[in-house]
């Protein structure tokens, strides 16, 4: 593994691009962290060089962030770390902001793009969506970082895994805030995500794309996830039954394996 940073950007690169096999990029969500994927580099690296960075604003990244910062900034913040390793081309594998950062990054850069992966993403705002967040800016808000912090998992797992899980997510949840960004960071990348976008854009987008989603997701209705498969052109749809927003987290194999699947075919 090689790490470095470009324009205040950490990124690593796990393993080494090989000739006539692309590079597969992954993004993260909100949280912005490379380690996100965890449960997926064992399966990726044994077939694929593999880049994981933090985003603008989170982890070993620079905290700050452009003004106006938008989806499309969190687009180029992938050109640059593919610029940084020499990369003309990438898939990109993303999960919620990171999917949608790869949506925009299809539209604003489509040669720099292989396939796409997008991970309980969305074409345009919604309802649903702005009333979570809203929750999570007001606890921010009004209670601070901490609160934050622990109502996290509501969000992102399913009850009976949260229940499971209690010490792990407690231990993650001190980590987690130890690095937590700066509250107005935080706003800017939610508002960021809130007025994104691209549902009138969405045929223009002609890469291969897989649109993957969970039923019992608490944070983003699968209707989304729905929605992109439908109105893109080249789009394959994977759904699972259970495993919440971070499904890739509480049901890896499941995903992997589809993961790969898509990938690895034409």
């Known amino acids: 593994m090689i790490s470095g940073t470009v324009d205040g950007l950490y990124y690593e690169l796990h393993g080494r691009p090989v000739a006539g096999r692309e590079v597969?990029?992954?993004?993260?969500g909100l949280?912005?962290?490379?380690?996100?994927?965890?449960?997926?580099?064992?399966?990726l690296t044994e077939r694929w060089p593999v880049v994981t960075y933090d985003h603008r604003g989170t982890g070993r990244s620079t905290r700050e962030l452009p003004a106006a910062y938008t989806v499309a900034h969190m687009a180029q913040d992938i050109v640059k770390v593919m610029d940084a390793l020499g990369l003309a081309k990438a898939h990109v594998v993303g999960h919620a902001a990171g999917g949608n950062a790869g949506l925009q990054l299809a539209l604003d850069h489509p040669d720099r793009l292989g396939k796409l992966v997008v991970v309980n993403g969305w074409s345009r705002p919604d309802p649903h969506i702005r009333r979570c967040f809203d929750t999570?800016?007001?606890?921010l808000n009004d209670s601070g970082p901490g609160p934050y912090v622990h109502a996290q998992p509501i969000f992102l797992y399913p009850a009976d895994w949260i229940s499971r899980n209690h010490d792990r997510l407690m231990a993650e949840e001190a980590h987690h805030l130890a690095g937590f960004p700066p509250r107005e960071v935080m706003l800017a990348r939610i508002n960021a995500l809130l007025a994104f976008n691209i549902d009138a854009r969405l045929q223009e987008i002609t890469h291969r794309v897989l649109i993957s989603a969970s039923a019992d997701d608490m944070l983003v209705p699968m209707s989304c996830s729905q929605r992109l498969a439908a109105r893109l052109p080249n789009a394959d749809f994977q759904q699972v039954a259970w495993g919440?927003?971070?499904?890739?987290?509480?049901?890896?194999?499941t995903f992997n394996e589809a993961l790969v699947q898509f990938l690895e075919g034409a």
């Open 24 to 28: 597969v990029l992954l993004s993260s």
């Open 31 to 43: 949280g912005g962290s490379g380690a996100f994927w965890s449960p997926q580099m064992a399966t």
């Open 136 to 139: 999570r800016i007001h606890l």
């Open 244 to 253: 919440g927003h971070g499904f890739t987290v509480t049901d890896p194999e």
